[in-house]
């Protein structure tokens, strides 16, 4: 009985932290939407808005992630909400590094992408040649080979340092050591997150904390598109990240 009130009060706490980023993800609806008229008058193409164009598609992302997040653990499929989790925490890590220095790294970002496609269909030629020649037929292929390799976007660890001012360095290597794996055990249905479906005891209560956890990477990326995009709301986003260590703990 005790352990089922442990869990309930976890699911509670889930409950509450994914509330949090939902109310924040509809304030900021309409100021992403204003961000991106601007970015359209200002042409899309343009260099200069390299960054911002970036930064809206991170959000409208996290956006779309956060809100099947909560869809999914308000009706029970919770390994499927801590996956999606995970994929809130990889775009949270993409634009806590990039927000550093913005104009830069998000040329650096679209370039990295660019020169991985190529990777990509330059391995398939052997097996797949048909592939191969449909790729080096687009517009942008060109692009492609001539495009650098940028291999900080591929160390997750050191791109994790830039979430640390956010949520605390303790906080992130918990997410690390433990929710990281977990959430990789779930989508890959590896041996130990099968245990999950054997009856494993506590797994919901740490599957809830993940969900949870989720919440507060929603709110690092609204903290930096905000930056990025000047939304002016700072201080509903400081709050919401307040009053989710409130919830979560710190």
Same mark, same amino acid.
């Given at each position: ?30 100021? &992403? ?28 992302? +996290? !956006? ?9 653990? %308000? ?13 809130? !925490? ?87 050591? @433990? ?6 055990? &779930? ?15 506590? !797994? %919901?209560? @740490? ?21 990025? &995009?000047?939304?002016?709301? +700072? ?7 307040? +009053? &989710?260590?409130?919830? @979560?703990?710190?």
């Amino acid at each position: 009985m005790e352990e089922r009130n442990d869990e309930s009060a976890v699911e509670r706490q889930a409950q509450q932290a994914l509330k949090i980023g939902l109310d924040l993800c509809r304030k900021m609806q309409g100021p &992403l939407e204003a961000a991106e008229d601007e970015i359209r008058k200002s042409g899309e193409r343009n260099p200069a808005n390299k960054h911002k164009v970036l930064f809206a598609d991170l959000l409208r992302l +996290a !956006f779309s992630r956060y809100e099947a997040l909560c869809l999914l653990f %308000d009706h029970n499929f919770l390994d499927e909400a801590a996956i999606i989790a995970r994929s809130v !925490f990889e775009i949270a890590l993409q634009a806590a590094f990039i927000s550093i220095s913005p104009e830069k790294r998000a040329a650096e970002f679209e370039e990295h992408g660019l020169a991985r496609l190529h990777k990509y269909f330059k391995d398939m030629r052997p097996q797949w040649p048909e592939v191969a020649r449909w790729f080096e037929s687009t517009p942008w292929y060109s692009a492609t080979k001539k495009a650098k390799w940028h291999g900080q976007f591929d160390n997750a660890f050191e791109m994790a340092k830039a979430i640390d001012e956010h949520v605390g360095r303790a906080a992130m290597k918990c997410y690390y050591r @433990l929710f990281y794996p977990i959430e990789s055990e &779930l989508a890959h249905a590896s041996a130990a997150g099968m245990m999950r479906k054997s009856g494993f005891g506590g !797994f %919901d209560r @740490l599957v809830n904390l993940i969900v949870g956890f989720g919440a507060l990477m929603f709110v690092v990326v609204a903290e930096n598109g905000d930056d990025v &995009l000047g939304f002016a709301l +700072a201080d509903e986003i400081r709050a919401a990240n307040n +009053a &989710l260590k409130q919830v @979560l703990g710190d």
